[in-house]
């Protein structure tokens, strides 16, 4: 069972380029998010969907889009790196009951220069 | 709409000596908290929660948390830390209501444990 899987674990990107952060999980879970996290900021939600096809803006959502065609799989797209992207990205699922913990993957970390 | 305060961003204490990092959160409507911890170049991972009943909550390693409504705060503590508990440690708040599926995290306390 390999839960949250989350790739790359490192990327670099120079302004103006676009990339995609891909996320899949294996626990069948209706609910997954995005996190971005920079030091003394905590985690802010980027963006989350309640199952496929739904997905919402969080606190961050600006520069960044996303889609959920599938159960599985969650990616976050950036259209055009800027350096205040540069961030730890976080990905993670739980089950729909309100009160089920948050299934984390092991993070992106990317640079945009 | 809830929000989440830390307001430690760091504490550091000896080893063997008891710890409270502090969590107050802003909802109109119920809420469910957590605690999550955060080793070292790894995720997150859920240290407790509190849905309902007990307002005391413990994990398996020894830390426990107090919901309090009256003071919108779940603090955690932990009679006695080890040099193995250092972590950042996020404070979690998600909402019964509509907005049931956001969960929203505080700003971290990075706990430093010294021998």
């Known amino acids: 069972n390999a839960g949250v899987t989350q790739t790359p674990k490192f990327r670099i990107l120079k302004i103006g380029q676009s990339m995609t952060l891909q996320c899949t999980q294996d626990?069948?879970?209706?609910?997954m998010y995005w996190y971005r996290q920079d030091p003394g900021m905590g985690l802010k939600l980027i963006y989350y969907?309640?199952?496929?096809?739904?997905?919402d803006k969080g606190e961050v959502p600006n520069g960044y889009n996303v889609s959920r065609s599938t159960t599985e799989d969650f990616p976050l797209r950036l259209e055009l790196a800027a350096p205040s992207q540069t961030s730890v990205y976080f990905c993670?699922?739980?089950?729909?009951?309100?009160?089920?913990?948050?299934?984390f993957g092991n993070g992106t970390r990317l640079t945009v220069t | 709409a809830q929000s989440v305060t830390q307001l430690d961003s760091q504490v550091p204490v000896f080893e063997e000596a008891p710890v409270e990092l502090r969590c107050n959160y802003s909802?109109?409507?119920?809420?469910?908290l957590f605690w999550y911890v955060q080793y070292p170049n790894q995720g997150l991972q859920l240290l407790l929660k509190?849905?309902?009943?007990?307002?005391l909550v413990e994990s398996i390693n020894g830390f426990e948390a107090e919901f309090n409504k009256s003071q919108t705060s779940f603090h955690l503590r932990k009679p006695s830390v080890h040099i193995s508990d250092t972590a950042e440690y996020f404070c979690?708040?998600?909402?019964?209501?509509?907005?049931?599926?956001?969960?929203?995290f505080g700003s971290g306390t990075r706990l430093s444990i010294r021998p």
């Open positions: 993670a699922s739980r089950d729909q009951d309100r009160g089920t913990p948050l299934h």
């Open positions: 626990m069948n879970h209706n609910y």
């Open positions: 969907s309640v199952g496929a096809g739904i997905t």
């Open positions: 909802s109109s409507v119920s809420v469910y």
């Open positions: 509190y849905l309902s009943g007990s307002t």
């Open positions: 979690a708040v998600t909402t019964y209501g509509s907005s049931a599926s956001k969960i929203i």
